[in-house]
């Protein structure tokens, strides 16, 4: 007993390369860096902590994303198991974990101004962040349901810490409490799906069972097998259900608007885009590994999904005023287009690069948006109305232009690069034969234009004498700031005018 | 430095001038001018060091967009004619680019100005070197929207701004046709591809469709102000000299030749005997209108109306290389003369009528010559760059029409006389108002860019001496026409009556009108025949009258329909369900935690229940 058990240990233990790790490992000791930093040098530099901690961040970030893009070879071995079935590698998480590291990265760069003026601590945010980070990270080259749940749960934890982080404010608390219920309440059923199906695969009375219930692809065998079984139908639900949390589909999104309104601007900005991305990406690892034999049992349900996300989101945003709120509910009605993508991945092999261009897009489209608001320097953004943007032009060129690239571009107007990523879309859509899907997708794409044409009106429009005007007289902006809005701003307007840059990336 | 480098440099230099421009913000006045003189220099010498190592040909192509396995290009493509029209372009453009140093001098908005040209110049180059027709029409929509930018330069009149309307919106009716135009050739052909399409219809002469063709030149008639949409032309002239020059005489209205000149072999025959019927009719037509004009530069807009017809009915006769010729020698003796114009106008105080001028050779000895000079090579004197290009012109018609023959050399009767007019009156005689009798020569930075286009415009017609082997096709054209059974006899006919025009047309204009007269006789002796000629066939009536009497009730009509049922029924009653429905789903949004917690079961209670089939 106990040598096969050593065995076991060892045999696994042979596919530990800590090596490929080396990314996430730098991350994780970076934050632990930061935390010390700022524990031991507690008392008397305070001015050094302010200033030195976020650069340090900043540079862990761009290090790592160096590392990724110059040393691929290094850290990414493809198609093999490592860790014992725990992590596989595959291009396109590869593509995840330098998006990951991105969204990391801008979520760093807007949130400075924030923590300073709310003196809030930035140790800790810095630590979560880089922390979530490292966790996204491994989430994605997850190929086994504990490790995918350990990670899945290193991010949600350092999220219900980053939702309710504006511990003065009513409304972080309120956003912190209602994240935290209810994504105790996702991870529950989550948790309850991924038993059920470790369950099941182990009897032994089951055609085909096996050991490690856990293992994607052995998981995917057992399914194969027993695509009819109640409980295996039940399980599958409960993990898509949990999934489905995260990505805030219908109807699961209920807490999207509150918690989007209530976290700290650059706390949404994470949640709207890491999170989704995360969700959306594990999704279709899940669909076509371990539940690919479900297809039948799925396809339904993701089409109801989807036709629900996309009207509820768009649906709902429509006379939506409050800006944090619009930009949840407009979140959901994205999540329903990718889900189009995600159903046609079933048949198009394309349909997952279009998934991938379709979120880098929506990251750099919603970080310019998020950008601008936090730039913005409001006292606080929670309350912020699309009639607050009045005169934004006026007051800050740069600002209005950010604004209106990044609005149009989350629209799909052309030639803007979130034009080129819907027509991929509703193209893979098309050819996987989603007419009914396409037809509501591209109402939904009316619809929106219907609120996010009034946002970007308002941008240009010049406010009455009498309008409380919630935004300050005069917007600057600092250097890097300027530097930071007309990246993105190049980068969403270059991947309209060139698509196929995007080539030398991916 | 390699070519392709060369080329992209080329391409991106104006845009990048164009961009400084405006990012210079107040120091704008100031430095724009020399920003822009720099950009001209730096394009005319890339252009040299490009034609200088330019095999025959050179075509780039990247992926645009890969879909699967539908795939989308953009590139570049530069063989003998692109390269051509190259040089010319950024020849003339430095030398106007120059000239408005000295003319914009005075003027407020030098930034917006230069930075137009600059924006102007990178979307002709695009022209130039794109390879498919989707990208000819994305730049040609940016000359379009450049040269809307740049007539409506003076916007606080009310001419210039509905000039630059008009100019806009008459060229959209053209773009539109154009724009089906491309989607039925990517349609039929699959491609619209300049090179792929050649070889393709070489191969299958079938595909080539009429139809197809009168849609393309569409966009033809519209940039080259053909008739039924010639009528933006002299309008356009409310904008600033400089920009006629370049944009309104030597390329963009080029731009619709030179389009016709890359897709000549989709264009069935049917399609070329319409343009060189329309050809003609154009250059007799422009040529009578110029008569009734009193505006220096509405006639010189006439005359090029008359020139593009004259080039748009060579190439309907099938000589495209003669009218490429034409196009390059016209190009340079009009922009001088729109620049001689720009000359006399700024030094009459921006005195636009002929009619009070007068004596201003003795005044401005330089830009009168050089516009004399320019007006030789107009009405194609022997020895003058214009003579070379329009004898072959009438060369080739006597071979392949005698009527359309005779219409042409009439009309080169008409341009004499037109010309005649205009040079008798501004230049010689006594000043007929203050501003000509106080005129003085124009400083040297506007006088050299003539000096250095007159040089041009005598000289550029020897095509046989062009660098870098320039103009292939001219050449094979003509040596084609040389070799016609008879040319001997044809030259020598063609000779005697193209003598004949510029001398009866000059001798007639002095006899008729007299030095510097300060009325126009015909109006005054035929006062019917001169309504006519100034109502130009009524065809600006015509439009107003379509207008204000079709148009505008149908639009009446149809915003009717808008106002009741799109936007009432429809679109309100829309947005209405879509309102009511949202203040439903916000309703769900009560806040209360545990009430979310119950909806999360029912939403998975629901999905389980239609994933095994019970509804």
Same mark, same amino acid.
């Given at each position: 007993m106990n040598d096969s058990y050593t065995n076991f240990l060892r045999e696994i233990s042979l596919t530990n390369d800590w090596l490929l790790l080396m990314p996430e490992i730098i991350l994780a000791l970076i934050a632990f860096a930061i935390l010390g930093i700022d524990l031991f040098l507690k008392s008397k530099k305070r001015v050094w902590r302010e200033k030195y901690l976020m650069p340090v961040a900043i540079c862990g970030y761009i290090f790592v994303l160096g590392i990724l893009f110059l040393d691929k070879s290094t850290f990414y071995i493809e198609n093999i198991s490592h860790f014992g079935g725990l992590i596989e590698q595959t291009d396109s998480n590869q593509f995840m974990r330098s998006f990951f590291v991105f969204a990391s990265l801008f979520v760093t760069l807007i949130s400075g101004q924030f923590l300073s003026k709310k003196s809030l601590p930035k140790a800790e945010y810095l630590h979560l962040i880089l922390l979530s980070c490292a966790g996204f990270m491994l989430l994605v080259q997850c190929s086994h349901f504990i490790s995918l749940f350990v990670c899945l749960e290193l991010v949600t934890v350092a999220f219900y810490v980053l939702v309710a982080f504006q511990r003065t404010n009513v409304l972080s608390l309120e956003a912190g409490l209602k994240y935290l219920t209810l994504g105790g309440l996702s991870t529950a059923i989550l948790l309850f799906g991924i038993v059920l199906l470790y369950g099941i695969s182990g009897n032994p009375e089951m055609n085909g069972f096996i050991n490690d219930g856990f293992q994607f692809q052995a998981l995917q065998s057992f399914i194969g097998l027993n695509?009819?079984?109640?409980?295996?139908?039940?399980?599958?639900?409960?993990?898509?259900?949990?999934?489905?949390?995260?990505?805030?589909?219908? %109807?699961?999104?209920?807490?999207?608007?509150?918690?989007?309104?209530?976290?700290?601007? %650059?706390?949404?900005?994470?949640?709207?885009?890491?999170?989704?991305?995360?969700?959306?990406?594990?999704l279709i690892q899940l669909l076509q590994g371990p539940f690919l034999a479900l297809d039948a049992f799925l396809i339904p349900i993701l089409s109801v999904l989807s036709v629900?996300?996309?009207?509820?989101?768009?649906?709902?945003?429509?006379?939506?005023?409050?800006?944090?709120?619009?930009?949840?509910?407009?979140?959901?009605?994205?999540?329903?287009?990718?889900?189009?993508?995600?159903?046609?991945?079933?048949?198009?092999?394309?349909?997952?690069?279009?998934?991938?261009?379709?979120?880098?897009?929506?990251?750099?489209?919603?970080?310019?948006?998020?950008?601008?608001?936090?730039?913005?320097?409001?006292?606080d953004d929670s309350l912020l109305e699309t009639k607050n943007y009045q005169g934004l032009y006026k007051k800050n060129p740069l600002l209005g232009v950010a604004s209106l690239i990044g609005i149009a571009s989350l629209a799909g107007v052309p030639p803007l690069g979130g034009f080129i990523a819907k027509v991929l879309l509703f193209i893979v859509a098309y050819q996987a034969g989603l007419y009914g899907l396409l037809a509501v997708a591209i109402i939904g794409v009316v619809i929106s234009i219907y609120y996010y044409f009034a946002w970007i009106r308002s941008i240009f429009f010049i406010p009455n004498e009498d309008n409380t005007d919630c935004l300050k007289e005069v917007i600057t902006l600092t250097a890097p700031q300027k530097i930071i809005l007309i990246i993105l701003i190049g980068s969403v307007s270059l991947a309209g005018l060139y698509p196929s840059l995007l080539n030398f990336f991916i | 430095m390699d070519i392709l480098t060369n080329l992209l440099s080329l391409l991106f230099l104006p845009l990048g001038t164009s961009i400084l421009i405006i990012a210079l913000g107040k120091h704008r006045k100031k430095y724009a001018p020399i920003v822009a003189f720099m950009s001209a220099i730096g394009a005319l010498s890339l252009s040299y060091i490009l034609l200088k190592n330019l095999p025959e040909s050179v075509h780039y192509s990247w992926e645009w967009l890969a879909f699967g396995d539908s795939k989308f290009y953009i590139g570049i493509l530069l063989d003998n004619i692109g390269a051509t029209?190259? #040089?010319?372009?950024?020849?003339?453009?430095?030398?106007?680019? $120059?000239?408005?140093?000295?003319?914009?001098?005075?003027?407020?908005?030098?930034?917006?100005?230069?930075?137009?040209?600059?924006?102007?110049?990178?979307?002709?180059?695009?022209?130039?070197?794109?390879?498919?027709?989707?990208?000819?029409?994305?730049?040609?929509?940016?000359?379009?929207?450049?040269?809307?930018?740049?007539?409506?330069?003076?916007?606080?009149?009310?001419?210039?701004?509905?000039?630059?309307?008009?100019?806009?919106?008459?060229?959209?009716?053209?773009?539109?046709?154009?724009?089906?135009?491309?989607?039925?050739?990517?349609?039929?052909?699959?491609?619209?591809?300049?090179?792929?399409?050649?070889?393709?219809?070489?191969?299958?002469?079938?595909?080539?469709?009429?139809?197809?063709?009168?849609?393309?030149?569409?966009?033809?008639?519209?940039?080259?102000?053909?008739?039924?949409?010639?009528?933006?032309?002299?309008?356009?002239?409310?904008?600033?000299?400089?920009?006629? @020059?370049?944009?309104? #005489?030597? $390329?963009?209205?080029? #731009?619709?030749?030179?389009?016709?000149?890359?897709?000549d072999f989709i264009l069935t025959s049917q399609v070329l005997l319409f343009i060189a019927y329309s050809g003609t009719f154009v250059a007799l037509f422009a040529g009578f209108c110029a008569f009734a004009q009193d505006d220096i530069k509405r006639i010189l807009a006439y005359s090029t109306l008359s020139q593009l017809g004259y080039m748009a009915a060579i190439f309907g006769m099938g000589y495209s290389g003669i009218a490429l010729f034409h196009l390059i020698t016209h190009a340079f003796f009009k922009a001088l003369l729109f620049l001689g114009a720009g000359a006399v106008i700024h030094a009459c105080h921006h005195e636009q009528s002929i009619f009070k001028m007068g004596g201003l050779f003795k005044k401005m000895p330089i830009t009168s010559i050089t516009f004399i000079i320019g007006t030789l090579a107009l009405c194609g004197v022997y020895g003058f760059s214009g003579f070379y290009s329009k004898d072959s012109i009438l060369i080739a018609a006597n071979d392949y029409n005698s009527t359309l023959f005779y219409f042409l050399v009439f009309g080169?009767?008409?341009?004499?006389?037109?010309?005649?007019?205009?040079?008798?009156?501004?230049?010689?005689?006594? @000043?007929?108002?203050? @501003?000509?009798?106080?005129?003085?020569?124009?400083?040297?930075?506007?006088?050299?860019?003539?000096?250095?286009?007159?040089?041009? !415009?005598?000289?550029?017609?020897?095509?046989?001496?062009?660098?870098?082997?320039?103009?292939?096709?001219?050449?094979?054209?003509?040596?084609?026409?040389?070799?016609?059974?008879?040319?001997?006899?044809?030259?020598?006919?063609?000779?005697?009556?193209?003598?004949? #025009?510029?001398?009866?047309?000059?001798?007639?204009?002095?006899?008729?009108?007299?030095?510097?007269?300060?009325?126009?006789?015909?109006?005054?002796?035929?006062?019917?025949?001169?309504?006519?000629?100034?109502?130009?066939?009524? /065809?600006?009536?015509?439009?107003?009258?379509? /207008?204000?009497?079709?148009?505008?009730?149908?639009?009446?009509?149809?915003?009717?329909?808008?106002?009741?049922?799109?936007?009432?029924?429809?679109?309100?009653?829309? !947005?209405g369900l879509v309102g009511v429905l949202g203040v439903g789903f916000r309703l769900l949004q009560v806040g209360k935690i545990n009430n979310y917690v119950l909806w999360f079961f029912v939403g998975l209670l629901l999905f389980w229940l239609y994933g095994i089939d019970l509804f």
């Open positions: 695509s009819d079984n109640l409980i295996v139908q039940l399980g599958a639900l409960f993990v898509l259900a949990g999934i489905s949390f995260k990505i805030g589909l219908v %109807p699961f999104q209920i807490w999207v608007p509150d918690v989007y309104q209530g976290a700290p601007t %650059p706390t949404m900005s994470f949640l709207a885009v890491a999170s989704k991305a995360a969700g959306v990406f594990v629900l996300t996309i009207l509820f989101g768009n649906i709902s945003a429509t006379g939506q005023v409050n800006i944090k709120r619009l930009i949840g509910l407009s979140g959901i009605s994205h999540a329903g287009y990718l889900l189009l993508g995600v159903i046609a991945s079933y048949t198009i092999p394309q349909a997952l690069d279009v998934v991938l261009f379709y979120l880098s897009l929506y990251l750099l489209s919603s970080f310019l948006v998020f950008a601008s608001l936090a730039y913005m320097d409001n006292e | 029209m190259l #040089a010319m372009v950024s020849i003339v453009a430095l030398c106007i680019v $120059t000239f408005s140093i000295g003319y914009m001098s005075d003027d407020a908005a030098k930034g917006r100005f230069f930075a137009g040209v600059a924006f102007f110049m990178f979307s002709m180059t695009g022209i130039i070197l794109a390879d498919n027709l989707i990208m000819i029409f994305l730049f040609w929509e940016l000359v379009g929207f450049s040269s809307y930018l740049l007539i409506g330069h003076y916007f606080q009149k009310e001419e210039a701004k509905s000039a630059s309307q008009k100019a806009f919106i008459v060229n959209r009716i053209g773009d539109f046709g154009f724009l089906i135009g491309i989607i039925l050739t990517y349609w039929q052909f699959g491609t619209t591809n300049i090179e792929l399409l050649s070889i393709q219809s070489g191969i299958d002469p079938s595909l080539m469709s009429t139809f197809i063709g009168f849609l393309l030149i569409c966009g033809f008639i519209g940039k080259s102000a053909q008739f039924p949409l010639h009528v933006w032309l002299p309008d356009a002239m409310a904008g600033p000299t400089p920009v006629s @020059a370049l944009i309104h #005489a030597a $390329t963009m209205v080029a #731009a619709g030749i030179y389009l016709l000149i890359r897709i080169a009767f008409m341009t004499a006389g037109y010309m005649g007019r205009l040079i008798w009156i501004v230049f010689f005689g006594k @000043a007929n108002s203050e @501003a000509a009798s106080s005129a003085h020569e124009v400083s040297a930075v506007m006088t050299v860019p003539l000096i250095l286009l007159s040089g041009f !415009a005598i000289f550029v017609g020897l095509n046989a001496y062009w660098p870098f082997g320039l103009g292939a096709s001219i050449v094979s054209d003509l040596d084609h026409l040389h070799h016609l059974s008879g040319y001997k006899e044809i030259h020598k006919w063609v000779l005697i009556l193209g003598s004949a #025009a510029w001398i009866v047309g000059l001798g007639v204009s002095l006899i008729f009108y007299g030095k510097g007269s300060s009325e126009d006789r015909l109006q005054l002796k035929f006062p019917k025949v001169f309504a006519f000629l100034k109502g130009r066939l009524w /065809v600006d009536e015509l439009y107003q009258y379509y /207008v204000n009497h079709i148009q505008k009730p149908v639009a009446e009509f149809l915003s009717f329909v808008d106002e009741v049922i799109l936007r009432g029924i429809i679109v309100r009653g829309g !947005a």
